[in-house]
């Protein structure tokens, strides 16, 4: 390791139409910054599309800063990088011992190079050639190849520096969190709301976490797991707060008094009611579930329709086109595959009918809830309500 590196991240998305550029760079910065903190003390500022982290001590956690940065919405491609003066012969000399453990375990290699700086004397091609033979020389057992390199050593010539590295990877994507608005995630214990809630965060959405607990139906285990999910996602998401209400009352209240057909239905649509309070308390104007279509009874269109038919707030389903298979994917990319599996029961698989309706009609599903004392329940049910913050480990 260099005692100067340093991290180059891109930016995407940049030219969003109707977006305002200035908000989306003011966002993400503050974003790494505030992300970066945990890793020491960094210089960080923005020039050209690329934001520039700066270690401002010998103590500072690069590896940290590194996967963080690989985490940060609205970041394309993260790269490890050195600066050195804007000479031929520095940009060999950083590429040569920066490089040495890469040129070790590659036979080929070619050099790309970027002239941000339109002053400097030489073009893209001309400093690739240059830079190119130099190093060739200097690792007589590494040949070029253009096409398809075992290695390609990045070089860019920038305001004040020269920077060369190894090549990027990939960022996260999508857009600044605080970009995007705000809105109230649904989050179970399953495989889908993490994925979901991810999905829209990655657009640049502040998210709050709902999640109903049903005791003694559903365990301390259950609800820890789930504060697991959440803890996993504040990686991308930021800080966050989960709201966690009681929902056994409401439960064994459809259980007692509503047609068994009807049962999931109408606790969905509580879970909708409890979810828009948040939501209205907290300032956020939309709802984000992890439903996908036809993946069970309460999900086909019809039932989705009963379901959102007690708020007034868009119901934001990113899942809704997924297979199980491509949810799993995510699941297992964003890290919260392993405890979504663990085996505990969610309130949702409590009191599941035998035979739900598939294509419930609206009329008949508010008039079986109609017998139950809607208002006092919700109410009820957000008076117990608790919360707990949470922000990124690291
Ligand atoms: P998941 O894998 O997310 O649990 P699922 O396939 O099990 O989803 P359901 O149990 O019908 O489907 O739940 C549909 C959606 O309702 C979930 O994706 C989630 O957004 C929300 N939901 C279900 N149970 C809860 C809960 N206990 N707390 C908060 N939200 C819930
Ligand atoms: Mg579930």
């Given at each position: 390791m260099n005692n100067n590196e340093m991290l180059l991240l891109k930016l995407g998305e940049v030219v969003l139409k109707g977006l305002n550029r200035h908000s989306f760079e003011d966002k993400l910065v503050n974003n790494v910054r505030r992300r970066m903190k945990n890793c020491g003390s960094f210089q960080i500022y923005i020039r050209q599309s690329t934001i520039y982290v700066e270690p401002q001590s010998e103590n500072c956690d690069m590896?940290?800063?590194?996967?963080?940065?690989?985490?940060?919405?609205?970041?394309?491609?993260?790269?490890?990088?050195?600066?050195?003066?804007?000479?031929?012969?520095?940009?060999?000399?950083?590429?040569?011992?920066?490089?040495?453990?890469?040129?070790?375990?590659?036979?080929?290699?070619?050099?790309?190079?970027?002239?941000?700086?339109k002053h400097f004397y030489l073009n893209s091609i001309q400093i690739s050639q240059e830079v190119g033979g130099l190093l060739a020389e200097a690792f007589p057992d590494v040949a070029v190849d253009v096409h398809d390199p075992d290695l390609t050593v990045h070089v860019e010539i920038r305001e004040k520096y020269a920077y060369v590295h190894a090549p990027s990877v990939a960022g996260a994507g999508g857009l600044p969190i605080g970009m995007g608005g705000h809105a109230v995630s649904l989050l179970s214990g399953g495989l889908d709301s993490p994925v979901s809630s991810y999905m829209i965060a990655r657009r640049g959405v502040i998210l709050d976490m709902v999640h109903f607990v049903s005791?003694?139906?559903?365990?301390?285990?259950?609800?820890?797991?789930?504060?697991?999910?959440?803890?996993?996602?504040?990686?991308?998401?930021?800080?966050?707060?989960v709201h966690i209400i009681p929902f056994t009352e409401i439960q064994e209240e459809i259980r007692k008094n509503c047609?068994?057909?009807?049962?999931?239905?109408?606790?969905?649509?509580?879970?909708?009611?409890?979810?828009?309070?948040?939501?209205?308390?907290?300032?956020?104007?939309?709802?984000?579930?992890?439903?996908?279509?036809?993946?069970?009874?309460?999900?086909?269109?019809?039932?989705?329709?009963?379901?959102?038919?007690?708020?007034?707030?868009?119901?934001?389903?990113?899942?809704?086109?997924?297979?199980?298979?491509?949810?799993?994917?995510?699941?297992?990319?964003?890290?919260?595959y392993d405890t979504s599996i663990l085996p505990y029961e969610d309130c949702c698989t409590v009191f599941t009918p035998r035979h739900p309706a598939t294509r419930p009609v609206l009329e008949d599903v508010v008039k079986a809830e109609s017998v139950l004392d809607i208002?006092?329940?919700?109410?009820?049910?957000?008076?117990?309500?608790?919360?707990v913050r949470l922000k990124p480990n690291m």
């Open positions: 590896e940290g800063a590194y996967q963080a940065a690989k985490q940060i919405f609205g970041i394309v491609t993260v790269a490890r990088a050195v600066p050195c003066e804007k000479t031929i012969d520095a940009i060999v000399e950083t590429a040569k011992t920066y490089l040495a453990g890469e040129f070790a375990n590659a036979r080929t290699f070619k050099v790309e190079s970027k002239r941000a700086d005791p003694p139906y559903t365990s301390q285990q259950a609800q820890d797991k789930v504060m697991e999910l959440a803890q996993i996602l504040t990686t991308y998401c930021g800080r966050m707060i047609p068994e057909e009807y049962f999931t239905l109408i606790m969905r649509r509580f879970m909708m009611r409890l979810a828009e309070a948040v939501a209205v308390k907290a300032g956020a104007s939309a709802l984000v579930t992890g439903e996908s279509l036809g993946q069970v009874a309460s999900q086909t269109i019809k039932a989705l329709g009963v379901t959102e038919d007690v708020t007034h707030l868009p119901v934001l389903r990113p899942l809704i086109g997924s297979d199980k298979v491509e949810i799993i994917r995510t699941a297992r990319e964003i890290g919260t208002d006092g329940l919700v109410e009820k049910a957000l008076a117990g309500e608790t919360w």
